[in-house]
């Protein structure tokens, strides 16, 4: 069954502690992984796309990268502006896209 | 490029009432998806378009809800009767459907609130 988990459902961090939020994906045909932000009251925001396994993706405090079975965003020393619920979506099939559920990070100072 | 353009911003109406949500994609772009997400359930596709043609509607709720896209610039999803399970934030996201495959781009939303 086609299928998208993050994990964790949520984290707080402190500001600073660096973590990584987890995307692993059980599609056939895969042809790109996003990831996205979304804040309160916001629709979701653009932010990495991957192709495939090995790729690595960076902006400012995020780095993305992409294996074979799962992706992870790894926030280094981050700040309470990152709080945020970060999405990830996996395009497949020629033209199929299947959301995760989201991982709420709240970055406390 | 203005981005995926949604309105009304914010709607309340009482049950029974129609509903009109309006989607403007973004130029060039193909593919039009329409997405409800409650704190329930998440984000959920509702019904997606390629070239003005719905392609999926298997996530409409039931046949109160009904989508159209007149011509590659616009779009709107309509609820009538709206009943008050219907309250959730209502998204439009566009794409293209050439290579490489792009992510899908969202518009802010309408809140809906049905009272």
């Known amino acids: 069954e086609d299928q998208v988990t993050q994990s964790p459902e949520a984290l707080r961090l402190q500001e600073g502690e660096s973590s990584s939020l987890n995307c692993s994906y059980t599609v056939s045909g895969l042809r790109g992984l996003f990831w996205y932000r979304q804040d309160p009251g916001k629709g979701p925001e653009f932010l990495f796309t991957l192709y495939s396994a090995g790729e690595e993706k960076e902006k400012e405090r995020l780095k993305a990268t992409l294996t074979k079975k799962e992706s992870f965003l790894h926030i280094t020393a981050p700040k309470p502006e990152d709080s945020a619920t970060y999405l990830c979506a996996v395009r497949y099939n020629f033209n199929k896209f299947y959301f995760g559920s989201g991982t709420k990070l709240n970055v406390k100072p | 490029d203005a981005g995926v353009i949604q309105s009304p911003r914010h709607e309340v109406t009482e049950m029974g009432q129609e509903v009109t949500l309006r989607c403007k994609p973004i130029?060039?772009?193909?593919?039009l998806f329409w997405y409800r997400q409650t704190m329930m359930r998440g984000l959920e596709l509702l019904i997606y378009f390629n070239n003005n043609v719905p392609i999926d509607d298997s996530g409409m709720p039931e046949d109160r809800f009904s989508a159209k896209m007149p011509n590659a610039s616009f779009s709107t999803l309509k609820i009538q009767p709206s009943e008050p399970r219907d309250s959730a934030v209502y998204f439009c996201a566009s794409t293209t459907g050439g290579e490489p495959p792009l992510a899908q781009y969202f518009g802010p939303g309408t809140r809906l609130l049905v009272l």
């Open positions: 130029s060039g772009h193909d593919y």
